[in-house]
């Protein structure tokens, strides 16, 4: 079956557009097919950075014939009917429908509509252009004397050339004509920018690849990534070092070359007192080079690769010296940026804090840091770590935020402030925490795991939450500005990873008083509109309050503000919706380690349940019972048994709670299920103070056999209203035992 070519060829592709920007052009393309009735046996597409190449392998020579029957009103319907079946049929007249018969129906009108089929090349001549024209790309742009007209055809950079071909591997492929805003399709594409400029007609794919091999093109990205890696790693060994890998960077440069020739570099030895961060990020950054390690010392050599897009003809060693002296440079500047920062203590740093905008809405980052401090003192104990520790790493946390290193290079924050904090002597705690308080940043990074690097952590992220929260700023479908998803992940991780024990709400409720206390002590009444959960009233009526206390003694407004708000309604709002997110957070990460989010469900619906570890093993447990006979069974008891309740509370008006009158339990099966539920109580109390969760499942799985046999051979609605009244208490017996370890309505299936 014939194949097909496709090559978009431009000026320029950015590295970072590529991966994304070739799968767009497979799913485009390929749709397009498949709408106009062509199937395919599979894809392929390519990026290089100035190409998108496609090939689209078993498409058939023709589209098939489509014969289609629409069916109609019946013989005799209404006008209006039978002109709106015409018309959606396409026909002019009834004379053109069929009359079919059916023995029940009668008769009615069928339209046969016969589309013959189309030569492929003639679909693909117009699925092309739609394609380019549709293309996703994050940013495009328009070019030339056609730019200022409408429509014109934007693209990532100005569109050179098109290359179609199809047909089989038997027979001479044709080009498929098209046109792009002016350019004509051809069978013509363009090799290496400088090795080899010159056009090269190509027939199909299979010729297409090793022709811009010959002209010194690497089409496919992964094995441009392939020749880097182990071309780098090579030469290192033969320096007796060892390549620092960068899988981020490594997928950068594989899309900045077509044809990639490795080399490598050296620095002074002076730059070497760098921190090795500080000397990778800015090899990384400037010049987008590797830098290799010395394996014995286990710290940085002062050599680098550069990877050049062309094999010059003196071996590169112009390439190399050019990315010398910017290496060289760009280290001078590191060098200084750090030695100038040594020189100021990171406490003296934390005044200007105030000069730097966390969110208008929640203050500056002094105001923050101070919450942050508070925070971490309050949360120490909970997770073992000392608070004076905590709380000066948690003042010192941030002042690496105006240092001139971090300034240069955003993404050293943290990491720098523990350099900072070693050099002046600070407890190695103190150090530790400063850096890994950001962590986790991603699925992949690694958790805090020493006491005072936890309680910064969390507080970090604790106010972070509370504080979005109360403004309103909350994620929305896949909007999340401020990676509240990340931060809230990032708490799960930390406790779980760690198993701390720990009630979040306390701390959540702290944390959201200090926020409100500085929204208020720096602007007053604009909180109304940044507050969401205000409402007219008693929360008027508070910040009324609450602004004199401010007015008056702004240095105790904390303490103020602490007293009053447990009085007010609205003040755990913002919290319990917080906790929500926090369960649909552990509803994600739980899943993918297989876990139901059904159960999370069920155990969050309990009352009080802001001990994340606590609900983990809750839901472990829960599992456990429902994977067994006996909690399935009892599932679906427990499931008859609310269903019975809600109907007949719902006709009575009233809820059967309370204990049943054992003077009016008379059958055996009765009195068995009244003793179990009994037993199963205050064994499951027993268990769930002792935190023993599969003790109190095993309990709960005991109700099984009595359940069934009540509901086998006991009569609930019974015509005596005092004894119907009192199977109906047995029943809610049921539902409030399981309550204890969770809510099963909330279970599936």
């Known amino acids: 079956m014939p194949d097909l070519l496709l090559e978009l060829f431009c000026e320029e592709i950015p590295a970072r557009m590529q991966r994304r920007a070739a799968e767009d052009l497979k799913k485009l393309v390929t749709d397009g097919l498949k709408v106009g009735g062509l199937s395919h046996d599979g894809a392929r597409a390519f990026a290089t950075p100035r190409r998108l190449s496609l090939v689209v392998t078993g498409v058939p020579a023709r589209s098939p014939d489509i014969r289609d029957e629409r069916k109609g009103p019946r013989v005799g319907a209404p006008d209006k009917a039978v002109e709106g079946f015409l018309r959606g049929a396409g026909l002019s007249s009834v004379d053109q429908a069929e009359v079919h018969s059916d023995p029940k129906k009668g008769d009615f009108y069928v339209a046969v509509v016969e589309k013959p089929g189309q030569a492929s090349q003639d679909l693909v001549a117009n699925v092309v252009p739609d394609a380019v024209r549709k293309f996703p790309w994050p940013k495009s742009m328009r070019w030339g004397a056609a730019s200022a007209e409408a429509g014109a055809l934007r693209w990532v ?11 089989p591997e038997t027979e001479e492929p044709v080009v498929v004509d098209m046109d792009i805003d002016g350019l004509k399709s051809a069978n013509v594409t363009y090799g290496h920018r400088f090795h080899a400029p010159e056009p090269i007609k190509v027939r199909r794919f299979d010729d297409y690849v090793p022709s811009l091999e010959a002209a010194h093109v690497v089409l496919d990205s992964d094995r441009r990534r392939d020749i880097i890696l182990h071309d780098a790693r090579d030469l290192a060994l033969a320096q007796g070092l060892e390549l620092v890998e960068d899988a981020g960077l490594l997928e950068e440069v594989a899309g900045l070359v077509e044809w990639p020739v490795v080399l490598i570099g050296s620095f002074d030895e002076e730059f070497l ?19 290799l390690r010395d394996p014995k010392r286990k710290t940085l050599a002062n050599r680098f690769v550069p990877v050049s897009n062309l094999a010059a003809t003196d071996g590169g060693k112009a390439i190399v010296a050019g990315n010398e002296r910017v290496v060289r440079a ?6 200084f940026f750090w030695e100038t920062d040594l020189k100021v203590p990171l406490e003296d740093r934390l005044a200007s804090l105030a000069d730097v905008v966390f969110h208008e809405k929640l203050g500056n980052q002094k105001d923050r840091v101070d919450r942050i401090a508070a925070l971490a003192r309050d949360l120490a104990p909970a997770v073992g770590a000392d608070p004076e520790l905590a709380g000066r790493a948690a003042r010192l946390a941030k002042a690496d935020l105006n240092s001139e290193m971090v300034g240069e290079f955003p993404e050293l924050q943290g990491l720098m402030g523990r350099y900072y904090a070693q050099a002046q002597g600070e407890d190695p705690a103190i150090a530790t925490a400063i850096e890994d308080h950001y962590k986790p940043q991603g ?10 690097a936890i309680a910064v952590a969390l507080a970090d992220k604790l106010d972070m939450l509370v504080g979005f929260w109360a403004i309103g700023e909350k994620p929305t479908g896949s909007k999340d500005p401020y990676a509240l998803r990340r931060a809230a ?9 760690n198993d701390l024990r720990l009630s979040l709400m306390p701390f959540l409720v702290q944390a959201q008083r200090r926020a409100w206390g500085d929204m208020l002590t720096t602007r007053g009444e604009q909180i109304l509109e940044d507050i969401p959960y205000f409402g007219e009233g008693a929360g008027r009526n508070a910040l009324d309050e609450i602004s004199r206390i401010v007015d008056s003694a702004k240095n105790a407004v904390l303490g103020s503000v602490g007293e009053l708000l447990p009085t007010l309604d609205w003040e755990a709002r913002p919290l319990r919706d917080l906790m929500g997110f926090f369960a649909d957070r552990l509803k994600v990460h739980l899943r993918d380690e297989g876990a139901r989010h059904d159960l999370i469900d069920a155990v969050f619906a309990l009352d009080g349940q802001d001990d994340l570890l606590m609900v983990v093993k809750r839901v472990e447990a829960l599992a456990g019972l429902l994977d067994s006979a006996d909690g399935e069974n009892l599932l679906a008891g427990y499931r008859r048994a609310v269903n019975i309740l809600r109907i007949e509370e719902k006709k009575d008006g009233r809820a059967y709670e309370g204990a049943p009158d054992a003077g009016r339990l008379i059958e055996k099966p009765e009195t068995d299920l009244a003793a179990a539920i009994a037993e199963a109580k205050s064994q499951t109390d027993v268990a769930i103070a002792a935190e023993d969760f599969p003790t109190a499942m095993a309990a709960l799985a005991k109700l099984r056999a009595p359940v069934d046999v009540f509901f086998d051979e006991i009569l609930v609605n019974a015509e005596d209203a005092g004894l119907r009244e009192n199977r109906l208490k047995l029943l809610s017996e049921i539902r409030d035992v399981t309550r204890s370890v969770a809510d099963f309505s909330k279970i599936d299936g």
Do not use: M
């Open 489 to 497: 992940l990032g708490v799960i991780r930390i406790i779980l990873a």
């Open 273 to 291: 007192e760098l921190p090795d961060e500080v000397i990778q990020t800015t090899i990384r950054s400037h010049q987008k080079c590797f830098v």
């Open 157 to 167: 950079r100005p569109l050179q050339s098109v290359l179609c071909t199809f047909g």
């Open 443 to 452: 699925p992949a990074d690694r958790v805090p795991n020493e006491s005072t």
């Open 330 to 335: 760009r280290l001078s500047d590191a060098k």
